[in-house]
């Protein structure tokens, strides 16, 4: 009966075929024991398939909202909750948190805080074990996402034996074995080196682009991300400011909101600011187009 | 005391031993385990630490298996030393030799005891003890909590480092003083190791959320252990070999010099 539960919520829910997929009506929360809200008026909608980047200084909220979309509040925190949140049409207060995970997958900043079991491929079926699949299933699921992440070689490798990055690749994995539409990271490079980071990106970036995974990131290393983003929000004491295309969000001063944004739209801001001596048609979100665009200006 | 820790974990190997079922290398430990406990003659005991020797070698965990028995002397001659003091001031004892000779085999028995499960934790990976813990039918709840520490100690460990490191920096002297003001500089170590233990295990009650832990009441397994016919073969040898240990103690006694 509880197979066939998990199966019914799995189903796609768009009677009107609306690929909304993430749909946040004045959604406000405080946790308990405080007397402020950790996100107020919240509205956010958000397609299936799109790339959003989640970015505002520490301490503004984002953690929240990405708690509050795949179910942790209001089930795991307690507090004040407002308004709704409907996660691929269910309403997230409605349905338990091991069905939301199935539905919207979670991985968080410490990856050493996700791994619970001791190697990668125990740790990648751990979900699925708990959710008490067929062992072919596991089996099957657990390959896949191996495959997906390009980690087959850490198989059976303990989670000691591997670096912050890979780690938040099994991380990642883990999570995405339980076949989710949506992925949430909360600040998933935080722990990383540059290098690490930049590889841990291009991986989540290749999850939107090859698997159309609908992706929505808390950052602060931008540079790199936003060429591939399709929005960009920016928050800033539990409200979202901006929801936009990074284009058009990049044209507002969103520097003194914590956002550390590209050095070449810093740059072509500095230009206009001296006087249209280089008429950028548009804000370039990164060195190429910026190259791009200089080239044509040149000629 | 760390070189008989450094005796119970694993060793990794791929040997007989290593590929046997775990339930079977129990068994095995156990039966050693046993048996030193029902037999005190000095002669059985040093059969059984041949044998567990053996097994030792076979596995190619020997060195680490020696430090094991080499980490247990202060142990056994505390043992003796307990043992044959005691008897000696009590009234109504046998004569001085054979008190001597009945610590000694006390003392002996000790080394064979600690011995024994060493063999089982240097070939068996963390992992594959959780899954015998599974087979045995522990409650999941338990096995986790096993698995957990062993995943998490490490961790533990290198933040109590990073704690103390960087309390020494600020000049906290540990080393100095007697024991109890010692003890009370391990405060400042141990507030922020408990805070910091604290923190990562909402965090990680959070991730288990997130993982469906307790989900669905029957659980499923990934891998699971299965007996093979060599893994029945030794298993066989060891029960017999506990029966024939049972039947000459306790229904037909015989005379073990």
């Given amino acids: ?299 | 005391m760390a070189a008989i820790l450094q005796g119970l974990q694993f060793y990794p190997g791929d040997s007989f031993i290593h590929r046997l079922d775990p339930r079977a290398k129990l068994l095995i430990s156990t039966t050693f385990l046993f048996i030193t406990l029902i037999y005190v003659e000095v002669t059985v005991t040093t059969i059984i630490i041949v044998a567990e020797a053996l097994l030792a070698a076979i596995s190619g965990t020997m060195r680490r298996w020696i430090k094991t028995v080499y980490g247990s002397i202060p142990f056994i001659v505390a043992v003796f030393l307990m043992n044959y003091l005691v008897r000696m001031f009590i009234p109504g004892q046998p004569p001085t030799q054979v008190i001597l000779y009945e610590s000694f085999a006390a003392a002996y028995r000790l080394i064979a005891l600690l011995a024994s499960f060493s063999i089982f934790f240097l070939t068996t990976t963390p992992e594959e003890i959780g899954m015998t813990l599974t087979k045995l039918k522990i409650p999941y709840m338990y096995v986790f909590a096993f698995i957990s520490a062993i995943r998490f100690t490490p961790i533990l460990a290198e933040e109590l480092q990073t704690i103390m490191d960087s309390q020494r920096s600020r000049g906290l002297e540990l080393d100095k003083g007697n024991p109890l003001t010692r003890l009370k500089r391990y405060i400042p170590i141990l507030v922020p190791l408990i805070v910091n233990v604290l923190r990562r295990s909402y965090e990680l009650a959070e991730a288990m959320e997130v993982k469906c832990f307790g989900a669905s009441k029957k659980r499923t397994y990934l891998k699971e252990l299965k007996l093979r016919p060599r893994d029945l073969f030794v298993i066989i040898l060891t029960l017999i070999s506990i029966s024939i240990s049972i039947y000459f103690k306790f229904i037909n006694p015989i005379k073990i010099p």
């Fill in chain 1, 1 to 299: 009966m509880f197979r066939d539960f998990i199966r019914k919520t799995r189903l796609p829910s768009g009677v009107d075929g609306d690929l909304r997929i993430i749909e946040v009506k004045d959604l406000g929360f405080k946790y308990a024991g405080t007397d402020f809200y950790a996100i107020k008026e919240v509205n956010l909608e958000i397609n299936e398939g799109e790339f959003v980047i989640l970015a505002g200084k520490s301490g503004c909220g984002k953690t929240t909202l990405l708690r509050c979309l795949n179910g942790l509040i209001p089930h795991f925190y307690e507090g004040e909750f407002e308004g709704r949140v409907l996660i691929d049409g269910v309403d997230t207060r409605d349905c338990p948190p091991y069905i939301l995970s199935q539905k919207a997958g979670m991985v968080f900043q410490n990856p050493d805080n996700q791994l619970f079991a001791l190697s990668v491929e125990a740790d990648i079926a751990f979900p699925l074990e708990n959710l008490g699949l067929p062992r072919e299933e596991i089996r099957d699921r657990v390959e896949w996402a191996l495959k997906l992440l390009k980690i087959e070689e850490l198989r059976s490798r303990s989670p000691f034996e591997l670096s912050a990055g890979q780690k938040q690749k099994v991380a990642i994995a883990s999570v995405l074995a339980m076949r989710p539409k949506i992925l949430l990271l909360d600040e998933p490079t935080s722990s990383l080196d540059p290098i690490s980071a930049k590889n841990l990106i291009d991986a989540i970036i290749e999850l939107n682009r090859k698997h159309r995974l609908t992706i929505l990131i808390s950052e602060h290393r931008l540079t790199h991300l936003i060429p591939h983003a399709d929005k960009l929000a920016i928050m800033d004491k539990g409200k979202i400011l901006y929801f936009d295309e990074p284009r058009k969000v990049l044209k507002e001063d969103v520097l003194m909101y914590g956002v550390s944004i590209p050095r070449v739209v810093e740059v072509v801001r500095e230009m206009r600011k001296i006087g249209g001596c280089l008429p950028f048609r548009e804000v370039p979100l990164s060195v190429d187009e910026f190259i791009r665009d200089l080239r044509g200006v040149l000629r």
